[in-house]
């Protein structure tokens, strides 16, 4: 029998980001954006399991912190910032 282990680096980037004060929902929306480098709340709610009423909230925390760009469009749509600035 296998074990599937590709979530658990997902997992453990969410407790990490948990531990910097994000919430989980917002964590949770930021590593989804971050793997795939952007998109619609109906994008980031599939791959994050963050309901996507509550993918608008996460992203303006995430927005708040500098973490992510909001592109006002039809739909909207979220961008992770690059990876050397999140690190500063």
């Known amino acids: 029998m296998s074990h599937d282990t590709s979530d658990e680096p997902r997992t453990l980037a969410t407790k990490q980001l948990n531990a910097f004060g994000l919430s989980t929902y917002a964590a949770r929306t930021f590593v989804a954006l971050v793997g795939f480098g952007g998109g619609t709340a109906q994008n980031v709610s599939d791959a994050s399991e963050v309901p996507r009423t509550r993918v608008y909230d996460a ?3 995430l927005h708040d912190r500098g973490l992510i760009d909001v592109q006002h469009s039809s739909p909207k749509r979220f961008v992770a910032i690059s990876a050397e ?3 500063r």
Do not use: Q
């Open 85 to 87: 600035t999140t690190g």
């Open 59 to 61: 992203a303006d925390e």
